[in-house]
């Protein structure tokens, strides 16, 4: 018999292993990639090359569907921009109808040598979540030399995750308990 935490389980060794193997591609990747539902969570992003020896000139990040009152951390060295827009989901906070959110991070102005690593780092409320999910953070790199690297994809309902070229940054969102 399997029983739907049977199925949870399976579902979260799948996940866990992808993303492990992910890692070891020393891709675009945040440290963390497991999250409780719900809770606030600092997030750290990665960069750990540039584009073909040229530096990281550039780091934009969206933020999914569902993630809240995003505040990401100055670096020296680079202008840092919170883009906010209008949601479609309106939400409660504080007592309060936010009907405006931080949709966009980006790091701009600084460099990265591609023989050096760094991290971009901001904190977010995570959605809540029934089932374990996944989140994913679309990031855009770009180098001085006019290159980009796009991590952006997504895997399908075939995919493996090492199969995809430029995976986007993912957290996997465990329900909180109870
Ligand atoms: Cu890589």
Redesign the pocket.
Known sequence: MINRVTIKFYLLCFVIFSCFSLNV????SLEEDTAIAGNSHKAVLRI??GCNGSPTVSVRVRLPEGVKRTKPMPKPGWVLEAKQEKLDKPYQSRGVTVTEDVREIHWKGGSLEDKFFDEFVFRMELPEASETTILYFRTVQECENGEF?RWIDIPGAKDEVDELESPAPSIILIPAEG
């Open positions: 591609n020393a891709h675009a750990t090359h690297h």
